[in-house]
């Protein structure tokens, strides 16, 4: 099969019908999963406290996130030198 050699026996394959209903059985799994997956994180969300722990984590997770993301109409190395000119004053941050 690789190289120079040559095929020298036909190969014929065939599908069977119990091939075509199990790959309908496993997407089905598949769907029913997701589901179920999707019906417990709204359970979660449910209880006040849980819900309001998973908002701040998310919230956090936000603001950690923005903070690498550039601001339009600020110019980086303007604020960088304004910040080396104010270290160690109230203005630092």
Known sequence: ???????????????TSFQVGQEKIT??????????MLE????????????????FTLGLLACTAGG????????ADKLQQFLRQNKGSRLAL
Do not use: C, Q
Not at 27 to 36: E, P
Not at 68 to 75: A, E, L, R, S
């Open 1 to 15: 099969m690789l190289g120079d050699g040559e095929l020298v026996i036909a190969l014929t394959v065939h599908a």
């Open 27 to 36: 997407k089905a799994a598949a769907v029913r999963g997701v589901v179920a």
């Open 40 to 55: 417990k994180l709204a359970n979660v969300f449910r209880i006040p406290t849980y819900a309001s722990g998973i908002l």
């Open 68 to 75: 690498h993301i550039p601001t339009p109409g600020v110019n």
